[in-house]
């Protein structure tokens, strides 16, 4: 005897959005090539990547703005877009959008406008929902008070609690943290994580800040030039990145080159494991300012022989360290440390330099 299997049972165990080899051109500049992309429910993914990669356009595309060129759109497992054949608009994709422009109704109360898309409801429940997700973002105090009354984060927390008020099975952010001053957005970030988590909703969040992608996201895809470089946890992209822009998208790097023999590379920190490259080729090192740790050695401080200090900033909570190492074979190379705390040693002392291994990645120089 064969089970049969609903449509809803399968929606269950689907993906809630699914974007499979989707192309998109404007004019004859084509800014997304060939994206896959899939989002469970209940996580939240970031599309990060520097201004003109293709996000925010990945991003329309899912939420029906823009009109399918090339693959194939479905939420839940139901395809709702394909090429001339299907385009499922917007309202009907229970999706929910939020963008850096809150575009609240300037003529309703903070209540009306989160309560604007839940007509469906009776009045009671609507007013109920609405002020469950207010009091969840910090604005419950508000509920009377009309947009232009609101500062910048106030009405960015009304244009999400809008958003997530009817409870979509999709949500769509796109910048919506970058207008606001930094210590507000950090709150802010804080508070809509609490509720996305809480709700449940399958997010895609896009953004070109990766500290921002590293806090909200189970998942980061990083794009470049209408393409995903890599996808996956902050850790595997910030830990072992697959590409050298993955690494540099991440901060600040020091870069060294040199010359595969034995299966290392000799630097002026010492040597590197590069046994994955081919005997002889040559390889592209980088490190990350924190895996230099630095200890001061009692030594005279003209003794330049020696690993010194060029030059130290306090940065807050870190300390920058513009450093001259010294290796064997007369090797030397001026490189920065990020230090925890102040640590301000004089220019000229000598030091000694350990490398945390971990945060240093080698390629092929023809990856650079």
């Known amino acids: 005897m064969t089970a049969t299997v609903s449509l809803s049972d399968l929606a269950t165990h689907a993906q809630t959005l699914s974007l499979r080899g989707v192309q998109h051109t404007f004019a004859a500049n084509q800014v997304v090539k060939g994206v896959d992309l899939d989002i469970a429910p209940g996580e939240v993914v970031c599309l990060l990547g520097p201004s003109g990669c293709g996000k925010t356009t990945l991003l329309r595309i899912a939420a029906g703005l823009e009109v399918l060129q090339k693959g194939e759109v479905s939420l839940e497992g139901v395809s709702i877009a394909t090429p001339g054949k299907r385009h499922v608009p917007p309202e009907k994709r229970n999706v929910g959008l939020a963008f850096q422009d809150s575009a609240l109704f300037p003529h309703l109360s903070v209540l009306e406008n989160v309560a604007f898309g839940l007509k469906h409801l009776p009045s009671q429940q609507r007013r109920e929902r609405a002020v469950e997700l207010l009091t ?7 509920v009377d008070t009309y947009p232009h009354m609101l500062s910048g984060g106030q009405q960015q927390r009304v244009a999400l609690a809008r958003a997530l008020a009817p409870r979509p099975r999709l949500m769509l952010l796109d910048e919506p943290f970058s207008s606001l001053d930094a210590r507000l957005r950090d709150r802010i970030r804080d508070d809509t994580l609490h509720v996305l988590k809480k709700l449940g909703s399958a997010t895609l969040l896009v953004t070109h800040d990766p500290e921002e992608a590293m806090f909200m996201a189970d998942r980061i895809a990083l794009m470049r030039d209408g393409k995903i470089i890599q996808t996956g946890t902050p850790r595997e992209l910030y830990c072992a990145p697959s590409d050298p822009f993955v690494v540099t998208f991440f901060g600040d790097v020091n870069e060294l080159n040199g010359t595969v023999k034995g299966g290392k590379v000799q630097t002026p920190l010492g040597v590197v494991d590069a046994s994955w490259l081919p005997e002889g080729s040559d390889a592209h090192i980088m490190i990350r300012p924190e895996a230099l740790r630095i200890q001061a050695r009692d030594l005279p401080a003209e003794a330049h022989s020696h690993s010194h200090v060029v030059m130290a900033k306090l940065l807050g909570r870190t300390s920058l360290i513009h450093l001259c190492a010294h290796g064997e074979g007369g090797l030397e190379a001026h490189l920065h440390a990020r230090v925890p705390g102040v640590f301000l040693p004089q220019e000229g002392q ?11 990645f080698v390629f092929p120089s023809s990856a650079h």
């Open 136 to 142: 969840q973002l910090g604005m419950r105090d508000y």
């Open 350 to 360: 000598p030091i000694d330099i350990d490398l945390d291994h971990s945060q240093v």
